[in-house]
């Protein structure tokens, strides 16, 4: 079945750059997804790539996608402390529902000023 | 433009009780789905709702059941609670399923978070 993994947890310096990685194995995947979720909150749409794409730039994300590998990060440039949360990368099939989503583990990102 | 609303955000129930919780989607959106959040499985879908018609279901038990009304409204029930049920309950809703386009991305809510004593 579809599997996601991520790293649990990355500790940066405020003014840093953050890379979060994600790995996937559904060769179908067509949307790849990161979500940011605060704590007590729901999850929040940071940014999605098509899978014929190799690299997108939204202000200070840059996602960037390997198809071969099934290798999917997030960059986040100048990280600052409310950038601290929990980061999901999610692949949607082409097979499957439309809104089926699977998700990663979930990377914590602690930004220490 | 109101966001996706979930309630109760949370409760405490007893083990074997039921429990109802519902979701009202974004003005526009038609489609629901239905996500849970444990520490222990992380974020597992449940179903998705689309024209009152349950779309795709997940691998969850019999007791997990949900539904869609006319004005896009969804509500999902857990019956005869176990203490593994204790999970944030996530909402999303988006246009309508089958379009090609990724701009029709899920919005999620804030979450149910239920608690099973």
């Known amino acids: 079945g579809e599997d996601v993994e991520q790293s649990l947890f990355l500790s940066v310096r405020e003014g840093d750059s953050s890379v979060i990685n994600c790995t996937y194995t559904?060769?179908?995947?067509?949307?790849l997804y990161w979500y940011k979720q605060e704590p007590g909150a729901g999850l929040q749409l940071l940014t999605y790539?098509?899978?014929?794409?190799d690299m997108k730039q939204d202000q200070r994300l840059t996602v960037l996608l390997n198809k071969k590998d099934k290798h999917l990060s997030l960059r986040i440039a100048d990280t600052q402390t409310g950038d601290s949360a929990i980061y999901f990368c999610?692949?949607?099939?082409?097979?499957?529902?439309?809104?089926?989503?699977?998700f990663g583990t979930g990377t914590r990102l602690l930004v220490s000023p | 433009k109101a966001g996706v609303t979930q309630t109760p955000r949370y409760l405490i129930k007893t083990r074997g009780q039921q429990v109802t919780l519902s979701c009202s989607p974004i003005?526009?959106?038609?489609?629901v789905s239905w996500y849970q959040q444990t520490p222990g499985q992380g974020l597992q879908f449940l179903f998705e709702?689309?024209?009152?018609?349950?779309?795709n279901k997940g691998n969850f038990p019999g007791r997990f059941s949900g539904r869609q009304f006319s004005n896009s409204r969804s509500e999902m029930n857990v019956s005869t609670l176990e203490l593994g049920d204790s999970a944030l309950y996530l909402c999303?809703?988006?246009?309508?399923?089958?379009?090609?386009?990724?701009?029709?991305?899920?919005?999620f809510g804030a979450g149910s978070r239920l608690t099973v004593l």
């Open positions: 709702y689309f024209s009152e018609t349950q779309r």
């Open positions: 559904d060769s179908s995947s067509t949307y």
């Open positions: 999610a692949e949607r099939g082409e097979n499957t529902g439309f809104q089926k989503l699977v």
């Open positions: 790539i098509f899978s014929n794409m």
């Open positions: 003005s526009g959106h038609r489609s």
């Open positions: 999303a809703s988006s246009l309508a399923p089958g379009l090609t386009s990724g701009a029709n991305v899920l919005t």
